[in-house]
């Protein structure tokens, strides 16, 4: 019974999370920028994370 109800919650809760996520965010798949912009011009972004700040 232990199992069967902490697994029911847990994916209750699981779906609960990705709905919530989806009606505050609505995902657009042409909105993100390109994997691999060569020679797009389009400048990076983003951070590595042991580079010196400026």
């Known amino acids: 019974m232990t ?14 999370l990705i709905g919530f996520d ?3 965010a609505q ?7 390109p994997l691999f912009a ?5 400048a990076p972004s983003g951070g590595f994370c042991a580079a010196l700040p400026n």
């Open 27 to 33: 995902p657009n798949p042409y909105a993100q920028p």
């Open 22 to 24: 989806l009606s505050v």
């Open 38 to 42: 060569f020679g797009s011009g389009a």
């Open 3 to 16: 199992r069967k109800l902490t697994a029911t919650t847990a994916m209750v809760l699981v779906a609960l």
